[in-house]
């Protein structure tokens, strides 16, 4: 499975940015997908993922001002970010779960479940 970021970019606090990601070579049908975002003081964290049903969670810190969303018939996955602040700033992974058996919530929270990502697309916020 290959995974492609794009989207990211620098940005005034309180502005916009929509993050994509198109997966190509899945074997399964059923697959969980998310975004995670690091800088180099932090670890990897969980922002949102969705499985194949449209299920979705958030971290706390970002909900109600991103939204994760998918387009299957393009195997697109994007992440619609509004009200940005200089803590969004950090490096965005796209990853995937592939076959999905799990909920999201509990994905989301680690790393170490995820088997494919993304080289990563990076968001800058200004004050």
């Known amino acids: 499975v290959q995974l492609l970021e794009s989207g990211g970019g620098s940005v005034q606090s309180g502005g916009s940015l929509r993050l994509s990601c198109a997966a190509s070579g899945y074997t399964y049908s059923r697959n969980c997908m998310g975004w995670f975002r690091q800088t180099p003081e932090k670890e990897r964290e969980g922002v949102a993922a969705i499985d194949s049903n449209g299920r979705t969670t958030y971290a706390d810190s970002v909900k109600g001002r991103f939204t994760i969303s998918q387009d299957n018939a393009k195997n697109t996955l994007y992440l619609q970010m509004n009200s940005l602040i200089p803590e969004d700033t950090a490096m965005y992974y796209c990853?995937?779960?592939?076959?999905?058996?799990?909920?999201?919530?509990?994905?989301?929270?680690?790393?170490?479940?995820?088997?494919?990502w993304g080289q990563g697309t990076q968001v800058t916020i200004s004050s």
């Open positions: 990853a995937t779960v592939t076959p999905c058996r799990a909920k999201v919530e509990a994905i989301l929270e680690t790393t170490a479940m995820w088997d494919y």
